[in-house]
């Protein structure tokens, strides 16, 4: 609540005190905007044969040397070093960052510190080493080494979760949604449920979906306590994404123990965020959906996912799947947030479409190296001036 | 005796006055407030008003220019433009407190004689005065605005050259905002002449 109070005294300022704090960073992520790997470039991009290709056509974009000390190029190195550049570019602008907005930008990282615990707890499962997986976490979450080495040792039960927060987690940004599902699950927890739930994989999915809940009902309360156009813009890129959330966790909960009737009412219904244009009647909706034709029967009264779900089932499942489906969705969205000026909403947006470009340059890639050149124009691009849907 | 509110005081009230300050209501308080204040606090108003909008727009359309250039050093020079736009509303608020203040002037040999021209010197004090206030203020409006608009001009020029030109016009209708405060003022102004005996 601190933060509340920390943006209540110094304000986002609306048009006309906007640029006194935050002038700069605006002005130099609207110069990253400009970065954006064009439509030519793509096509030179689906055109390439091999991997060496790309990097010599990577050169003359705005990613310009990043591939130059590499040997051999494979879509992991390529994937890495683009992150890489995204992450130096995003601490720049941290760096140069006042109250409110490095909050904000905090805020933005807080969801890969989520995934990069969760990372860590699932591959103890598997019994990985932890400096492989210390590789494999995302840089935009990263906390202090000793504290992401004590992850793996901890047991991944309801009780070990406790221990884990107050020992590792506490000093932690993230803690606090940990002691918040702690609430939760200490009211619930039974010997009886410890043992019903003894498939852990299905305790570690409801950990991350609990906590990437609480994330996003946290950020969405601290952007409407921005008010202004932030609080318009971002509350709506939060209920998008919570929806997508809800729709995916009912998705992948198919064919597992959590959809069973029981399990679905204590259960699922718990890990549907409580923002998002779906809450609550959506949600009262989805508890009752058990397969993919109810799942879409649900989503019928939505326009925008009935719209999403009609091209889902009418295209084959080697064109698009239903991730794909919603990246798309969520792409236009990102890029509408850059029409307006003066506004925090610009900073999560770029950060999301520049990982969109990253999967793109991962898929086309892939795609050469594995030869599939058919399948090679079914990435997603950003800022697209020829895409069919912007020509009005 | 020779105390300049007491004969339009006592004329005003009569005989209810026995003293010069008997405060009877608002039109003595104010009309006792000399036309030499009111007229220097309206240069005062017209000259800082016009800066603070002017230093206003600059800060905002400043701090756009430097972080947008960042990535697009092309508009550095051509960007300045939206600054010295800025720049010419204090320049207005200068030339009106220049013109203004050549209006001022003590009585000869430092007292009102019996035949004081209140009426000009009146006239002249509230003339002054508010001449200076239609500056400060447009001008600080037209500072603003000029500056959130040169702010967007430098950000769609780091985009799209062919933006710069138009949203240049934009700015130029901002700035006309400033041009609308110094012409009413000059004419405000035109008949005050402070009296010198």
Redesign the interface.
């Known amino acids: 609540m601190s933060t509340v109070a920390a943006v209540m005294a110094l304000g986002l300022g609306g048009m006309e005190t906007f640029n006194m704090q935050h002038g700069f960073v605006e002005a130099v992520i609207r110069g990253f905007r400009s970065g954006f790997l064009q439509d030519d470039t793509y096509h030179h991009l689906s055109q390439c044969e091999t991997l060496e290709d790309i990097k010599l056509n990577l050169q003359e974009t705005d990613y310009g040397q990043m591939l130059s000390n590499d040997a051999n190029i494979t879509p992991p190195i390529i994937e890495s070093k683009a992150l890489q550049k995204l992450v130096t570019e995003f601490f720049f602008l941290r760096a140069q960052s006042v109250e409110p907005l490095s909050t904000f930008l905090d805020y933005i990282t807080y969801e890969y510190m989520i995934e990069n615990v969760m990372l860590l707890l699932r591959g103890t499962l598997s019994g990985r080493n932890v400096n492989e997986l210390m590789s494999q976490c995302h840089p935009l979450g990263m906390f202090k080494e000793s504290t992401m080495r004590n992850i793996p040792s901890f047991e991944a039960s309801p009780r070990g979760y406790a221990e884990l927060y107050e020992t590792v987690l506490v000093d932690t940004p993230v803690g606090v949604y940990f002691q918040r599902y702690l609430d939760q699950t200490s009211a619930r927890v039974t010997a009886a449920s410890e043992v019903r739930n003894v498939l852990e994989e299905i305790q570690i999915e409801i950990l991350k979906n609990s906590l990437m809940k609480l994330y996003l009902e946290d950020f969405y309360d601290f952007c409407s306590a921005m008010g202004g156009e932030t609080a318009e813009i971002m509350c709506a890129l939060l209920r998008a994404r919570a929806d997508r959330n809800a729709i995916n966790i009912t998705l992948n909960s198919f064919g597992t123990p959590l959809n069973d009737p029981l399990m679905r009412e204590t259960h699922r219904k718990t890990l549907y965020p409580s923002i998002g244009n779906l809450y609550p009647e959506g949600t009262d909706l989805l508890i009752k959906v058990d397969d993919d034709s109810k799942l879409v029967q649900a989503m019928n009264y939505y326009p925008v996912y009935r719209s999403i779900f009609d091209r889902f089932t009418n295209s084959s499942p080697e064109e698009f799947s239903i991730d794909d489906e919603f990246y798309k969705q969520e792409v236009k969205l990102f890029e509408l947030a850059f029409e307006s000026q003066m506004h925090f909403g610009v900073f999560y947006a770029y950060v999301k479409l520049k990982e969109q470009e990253i999967r793109n340059l991962v898929w086309i890639s892939e795609c050469i190296l594995q030869r599939r050149k058919d399948q090679v124009g079914n990435f997603i691009p950003i800022f697209s001036r020829t895409e069919a849907s912007r020509k009005h | 005796d020779n105390n300049i509110f007491s004969a339009t005081i006592m004329s005003h009230y009569g005989t209810e006055c026995t003293t010069y300050y008997c405060n009877k209501g608002w039109n003595e308080v104010i009309s006792h407030l000399s036309p030499y204040s009111w007229a220097n606090w309206g240069i005062a108003i017209g000259l800082g008003f016009s800066v603070v909008g002017a230093a206003?727009g600059i800060?905002?359309?400043?701090?756009?220019?430097?972080?947008?250039a960042?990535?697009?050093p092309r508009i550095r020079s051509k960007n300045l433009v939206s600054v010295i736009f800025c720049e010419a509303t204090a320049i207005y608020g200068v030339i009106l407190a220049i013109i203004l203040l050549n209006k001022i002037g003590p009585p000869k040999d430092g007292y009102f004689s019996s035949t004081w021209n209140w009426g000009q010197f009146y006239f002249a004090g509230y003339s002054v005065f508010f001449s200076g206030c239609s500056v400060g203020f447009t001008n600080i409006a037209s500072g603003?605005s000029v500056?959130?608009a040169g702010?967007?001009c430098?950000?769609g020029d780091?985009?799209d050259d062919s933006l710069f030109v138009k949203i240049l016009i934009v700015e130029i209708f901002a700035s006309a905002l400033g041009i609308f405060g110094i012409i009413v003022g000059i004419i405000q102004s035109n008949n005050a002449q402070f009296p010198v005996q």
């Open positions: 206003w800060w905002l359309t400043g701090s756009s220019l430097v972080g947008a960042v990535k697009a603003i500056g959130i702010s967007a430098a950000l780091a985009q």
